[in-house]
Every structure is written in structure tokens, then in C-alpha cells.
């Protein structure tokens, strides 16, 4: 009999602290999985900030890539503007290039026009080197026609052809050659005084002429013996084999 209840003591003791080791078990358990709630708590807590800091974040991103797109859109749109205003003033700077060249070629035109009509003039002009001067116009009226010079490198050089007969007015020049007469080359010395009067005494003296400027011919002074006298004399002063002096000479009307 005690030995039966020494062992149902035993019994009951081991079941006390196997009870006691379950309980000790479960608070554990319990602070286990309260930890581990608190934790996961806490893990939550971080991601939804870190949600809602990505969510702001990403909203102020949203804002910021709207705003750069409305001010594209307006440098767009104010590019488009500009590159319209540039088109207008293309087209009005090409309208007025090509009123200014209509304008050039219709100058160049007239200018051409006017040389040949100069060179019409100097030919039927004084006749000394008129004819090398009128075709030295025609010259330059050719080229500026073919367009091979602009109208102001023409403008340049009909300038100087024209000074230069201008200049013919002011100068004398005496000089020996040639002079042909009928067929007939006639060796002997001219004399020119500005656009005025030319003479000619042949080498032997016996041919005496004298320019006739209206009619470009060379009128012989034959048998008038005062005119040729006057002449020659005249020749005498222009070379400077006599002192000077008033010398006549004729002069065409």
C-alpha cells in the first residue's frame, strides 16, 4: 500500500512538471510568435513608408516630367512661331532678290544699250582713233551682254573710254606715219590740236591736207597757196623748229 502511493506521488509529481514544462513551453511559443508578430508589425510599418515615400517620390517625379513637358511644348510651340516668321522672311527676301535682280538685269539691259548707242556717237565723233574707241565700247557692251562682266566693271570701263576722248579735247601731239590717200600710203608727219583740228604735210612737202571733222575726210589744200603756207607754218610751230606764235589752221563748220 505505500508502495502504491509512493508511486502515485511519483505519478503525480512527474505530471506537476511535465504541466509546468508545458506551460513554460507555450509562453515561450507565446513571446515567440509575439516577437515575430512585432517584428513582421514593424516590417510592415517600414514598407508601407517606404511605399508611401516611393508613391510621393514618384508623384513629385510625375509633377516635375509634366512641368518640363508643358514648357517643351511651349518652346515647341513658340520654335514653330519662329520658324514660321523665318519662312515669311525667306520668302520676302527672296521675293526681294528677285525684284532686285529683275531690276539689275533690266539695268544691265539699258546700260548695254546705251554703250552701243555711245559707240555710234564716238565714231561719227572726232576722227582720231574713233573707230579703235567705238570698238572698244562694243567690246564691253558684248561682254556685259554675254554677262562675262557685271554691269559696274562695265560702268568702270565705258568711263575711261569716254575720259579718254574727253582728254583728246585738252592735248597736241605731232607724229610721224603714214597716211592712206586714195589707195596710196603717203608718208609724212600729222599734227593734232585737241578734238579741234588735225593737218598733214607729206615728207616732201608737196601734199598738204587738213581734217574735215564733219565729213572724217582729208581735204587737200591744192593750189591755194596762202592756205598751205599757214599749214606748214603751223606744223613748224607744233614741232618746235620756229618760236612760238599764233598759227592758223582750218577749221570745218
Request: aromatic content about 8%.
Amino acid at each position: 500500500m505505500r508502495h502504491l502511493l509512493f508511486l502515485t506521488l511519483a505519478l503525480a509529481n512527474t505530471l506537476l512538471f511535465a504541466q509546468d514544462n508545458s506551460i513554460a513551453e507555450i509562453r515561450r511559443n507565446i513571446k515567440t510568435v509575439q516577437a515575430e508578430t512585432e517584428r513582421e508589425k514593424n516590417l510592415t510599418q517600414a514598407e508601407a513608408k517606404r511605399h508611401a515615400d516611393f508613391v510621393a517620390n514618384a508623384r513629385q517625379k510625375t509633377t516635375a516630367l509634366e512641368n518640363q513637358e508643358k514648357e517643351l511644348m511651349g518652346q515647341i510651340d513658340s520654335l514653330k512661331a519662329e520658324i514660321e516668321k523665318l519662312k515669311g522672311a525667306r520668302q520676302r527676301a527672296l521675293g526681294t532678290t528677285r525684284y532686285f535682280e529683275t531690276r539689275k538685269a533690266k539695268y544691265s539691259e539699258d546700260l548695254a544699250k546705251t554703250i552701243d548707242t555711245l559707240a555710234l556717237f564716238v565714231e561719227s565723233g572726232f576722227p582720231y582713233k574713233n573707230s579703235e574707241a567705238a570698238d572698244a565700247l562694243r567690246e564691253i557692251s558684248s561682254q556685259l551682254k554675254k554677262s562675262v562682266i557685271s554691269s559696274e566693271a562695265a560702268f568702270g570701263r565705258v568711263w575711261e573710254v569716254m575720259l579718254d576722248r574727253v582728254r583728246l579735247g585738252y592735248t597736241a601731239e605731232t607724229w610721224n606715219g603714214n597716211l592712206d590717200l586714195d589707195g596710196k600710203m603717203i608718208a609724212g608727219k600729222f599734227f593734232r590740236y585737241g578734238t579741234v583740228a588735225s593737218i598733214f604735210t607729206s615728207q616732201n612737202g608737196e601734199i598738204v591736207l587738213w581734217l574735215n571733222n564733219k565729213t572724217g575726210k582729208w581735204e587737200n589744200a591744192g593750189e591755194n597757196f596762202a592756205l598751205r603756207t599757214a599749214i606748214k607754218e603751223t606744223m613748224r610751230v607744233a614741232e618746235g623748229k620756229t618760236a612760238p606764235k599764233l598759227s592758223p589752221v582750218p577749221i570745218s563748220r
